[in-house]
């Protein structure tokens, strides 16, 4: 889109008014002399401007829902939420169909997957009394946590934690928990 448009930049609000500035620069390119409006449809840009509305209000949303769970999210569970992010707004597409309906479904997606996460890290912080590991499964998951603190494999503890429940091991401030 930015090359359809220069040497025009748009400007999108939050309340989705879309505005056209010339980006003056001495370049020495071609000149061209249009009207605005000739000069979009050109490049079909008001088809588009629809999806670049949607867009623009999705990343403005997201960087304010970001920056709050990049507050209260450990660094493990930050990676996870990057990781859907990339996956929802770039990755999960098929440039075969229609890009708006598979933008609002991997939104949707996405904010399943960050209510989630919410939710555990929920859990983690009220579960934090620590207690000592019991029986055999208490035995296993504190060796093989230690076996991964070793590793520094921070994700790995997490994908544990998750399999084994909310009860399961897990690293918190280098102390071992059941």
């Given at each position: 889109?930015?090359?359809?448009?220069?040497?025009?930049?748009?400007?999108?609000?939050?309340?989705?008014?879309?505005?056209?500035?010339?980006q003056?620069?001495?370049?020495?390119?071609?000149?061209?002399?249009?009207?605005?409006?000739?000069?979009?449809?050109?490049?079909?840009?008001?088809?588009?401007?629809?999806?670049?509305?949607?867009?623009?209000?999705?990343?403005?949303?997201?960087?304010?829902?970001?920056?709050?769970?990049?507050?209260?999210?450990?660094?493990?569970?930050?990676?996870?939420?990057?990781?859907?992010?990339?996956?929802?707004?770039?990755?999960?597409?098929?440039?075969?169909?229609?890009?708006?309906?598979?933008?609002?479904?991997?939104?949707?997606?996405?904010?399943?997957?960050?209510?989630?996460?919410?939710?555990?890290?929920?859990?983690?912080?009220?579960?934090?009394?620590?207690?000592p590991?019991?029986?055999?499964?208490?035995?296993?998951?504190?060796?093989?946590?230690?076996?991964?603190?070793?590793?520094?494999?921070?994700?790995?503890?997490?994908?544990?934690?998750?399999?084994?429940?909310?009860?399961?091991?897990?690293?918190?401030?280098?102390?071992?928990?059941?």
């Amino acid at each position: 889109m930015v090359c359809a448009l220069y040497p025009l930049a748009q400007e999108i609000s939050r309340a989705g008014e879309v505005h056209y500035f010339l980006q003056p620069t001495g370049c020495g390119g071609q000149v061209i002399e249009a009207r605005v409006q000739d000069y979009l449809a050109r490049y079909d840009v008001p088809a588009r401007e629809a999806i670049d509305v949607r867009w623009a209000q999705t990343c403005m949303a997201l960087e304010d829902t970001v920056e709050r769970l990049e507050e209260v999210f450990s660094p493990v569970l930050v990676r996870r939420m990057q990781a859907k992010l990339w996956q929802a707004l770039y990755f999960g597409y098929d440039y075969a169909q229609d890009y708006l309906p598979q933008l609002e479904a991997n939104l949707q997606t996405l904010d399943t997957e960050l209510h989630k996460l919410t939710e555990y890290q929920k859990k983690r912080n009220n579960s934090s009394k620590l207690r000592p590991f019991s029986g055999k499964s208490g035995l296993f998951c504190q060796r093989f946590c230690v076996i991964l603190h070793e590793c520094k494999a921070e994700a790995a503890l997490l994908d544990i934690q998750m399999l084994f429940g909310a009860a399961s091991c897990c690293r918190v401030y280098g102390k071992m928990r059941e």
